[in-house]
């Protein structure tokens, strides 16, 4: 399994980024993909999940409303719209993939955590300043 991430870099506040992720070798549908990031001296965290092309999606309130994740028509892509950058958002963003199914109850989805990730790019870069 392979995930090449791209499309980091230097914006200023209020900017936007798109970052894009190629998957290949992974051929289990449906996938569960996610967007995480780590910023020094701290945990690396979800900001975004995507599920079944969309079936399901998450993010957390740090970033709801301003990234968006999609995923390419024949799965071997998925990209994180970024909005309303802001200098908190700086960090290694990575690209991966968690062989585990969000669940879905209580009228929302719950979606794997950090460390259910089976599957990580290298990171892109991106920097808010």
């Known amino acids: 399994v392979q995930l090449v991430e791209s499309g980091g870099g230097s914006v200023q506040p209020g900017g936007s980024l798109r970052l894009s992720c190629a998957v290949s070798g992974y051929t289990h549908t449906p996938n569960c993909l996610g967007w995480l990031r780590q910023a020094p001296g701290q945990e690396r965290e979800v900001v975004a999940s995507i599920y079944a092309y969309g079936v399901g999606t998450y993010y957390p309130d740090s970033v709801k409303g301003r990234f968006t994740i999609s995923q390419g028509r024949t799965g071997d892509t998925v990209y994180l719209q970024m909005n309303n950058l802001k200098p908190e958002d700086t960090a290694m963003y990575y690209c991966?993939?968690?062989?585990?199914?969000?669940?879905?109850?209580?009228?929302?989805?719950?979606?794997?955590?950090?460390?259910?990730?089976?599957?990580w790019g290298q990171g892109t870069q991106v920097t808010v300043s």
């Open positions: 991966a993939i968690t062989r585990s199914a969000p669940a879905f109850y209580g009228g929302s989805w719950h979606f794997p955590e950090q460390r259910e990730y089976n599957y």
